[in-house]
T-cell receptor, first 116, second 112 residues
């Protein structure tokens, strides 16, 4: 595809509801990253995949957060039993290999999640 | 732990002015530093990337400098235009790592 796409663009959830956020990386990109961006803050790293392998999930804030990339392309970030503090923009990025330090990451438009 | 700070948090200037955005970081052991632009609803776009061995990078009206030893970077925008209005974020990549560490951004408004 032309770029990284994310869906839905906006999601309103009631507290306690489960949500699933989708990321379609650039075709052929090996590495995929998820970030969380709170209002007025910079993004914070959540997790990193290389193909289907989740190599780093150190940034996931709690065990309610789960990410997968089963076929090494599309990724889903799932948040269980959403809380108000989960309200943020969730950004996805991909890079060609991810094994070269400093390789450019291409970002999607983000999913804005609001938990009421 | 690396911390990235951007000052000011917001800036409003008339069209045509030259301006400087600041970014500072606490740990000088960085691999590179990037400046990004974030437009509402449109994600992040990389503007300039400076490797740790470099002092500056230029692209059009944008010039970014890096002083690694003092933990500072500046983004200079010449002859600002209303279309430059956006939030500008800097991010550092630590040695041998893929995690970007971000500042909170500077929200820039260019008044026509």
């Amino acid at each position: 595809g032309a770029g990284v796409s994310q869906s839905p663009r906006y999601k309103v959830a009631k507290r306690g509801q489960d949500v699933a956020l989708r990321c379609d990386p650039i075709s052929g990109h090996v590495s995929l990253f998820w970030y969380q961006q709170a209002l007025g803050q910079g993004p914070e790293f959540l997790t990193y995949f290389q193909n289907e392998a989740q190599l780093d999930k150190s940034g996931l804030p709690s065990d309610r957060f789960f990410a997968e990339r089963p076929e090494g392309s599309v990724s889903t970030l799932k948040i269980q039993r959403t809380q108000q503090e989960d309200s943020a923009v969730y950004l996805c990025a991909s890079s060609f290999t991810g094994t070269t330090a400093g390789e450019t990451q291409y970002f999607g438009p983000g999913t804005r999640l609001l938990v009421l | 732990k690396q911390e990235v700070t951007q000052i000011p948090a917001a800036l409003s200037v008339p069209e045509g002015e030259n301006l400087v955005l600041n970014c500072s970081f606490t740990d000088s052991a960085i691999y590179n530093l990037q400046w990004f632009r974030q437009d509402p609803g449109k994600g992040l776009t990389s503007l300039l990337l400076i490797q740790s061995s470099q002092r500056e990078q230029t692209s059009g009206r944008l010039n970014a400098s890096l002083d690694k030893s003092s933990g500072r970077s500046t983004l200079y925008i010449a002859a600002s235009q209303p279309g430059d209005s956006a939030t500008y974020l800097c991010a550092v990549l630590m040695d041998s790592n893929y995690q970007l560490i971000w500042g909170a951004g500077t929200k820039l408004i260019i008044k026509p």
